[in-house]
């Protein structure tokens, strides 16, 4: 099966690469990918109503992020998303993770 491809104004040939995932154990709340997306992708939501007990956060370097009170990130309409990358850009934490999306017929 065939992925999306799209063609740039400059006639370069381009994958978009779709949000599929935000690891919200080492999400700092910054909202910059909230700001920076062209679409409804993103919201924040309090991180108290998380269960962030099952979340794999492989950072050794990071500091306890998850036990630390206020918002994160949360994908509120991941199908929304153009596959411009734009927010993973932008993290600074790198939460975002991304995929090609293939061709539906």
């Known amino acids: 099966m065939s992925i999306i491809t799209g063609i740039t ?5 381009w994958t978009p690469a779709f949000v599929t995932d935000i690891n919200q154990g ?3 709340g910054c909202g910059r990918c909230y700001k920076v997306c062209p ?3 993103f919201e924040l939501v309090d991180r108290d109503d998380l269960d962030l007990e099952d979340m794999d956060d492989s950072d050794d370097d990071d500091d306890d992020f998850e036990e630390a009170p206020g918002m994160v990130m949360n994908l509120k309409d991941m199908l929304d998303c153009i596959g411009c990358q734009a927010c ?4 600074p934490k790198k939460c975002l993770t991304h ?3 293939a061709l539906v017929a």
């Open 39 to 41: 679409r409804d992708v």
């Open 9 to 13: 104004r400059g006639g370069v040939n």
């Open 26 to 28: 080492r999400c700092i």
């Open 88 to 91: 993973s850009r932008v993290c």
């Open 99 to 101: 995929a090609p999306q």
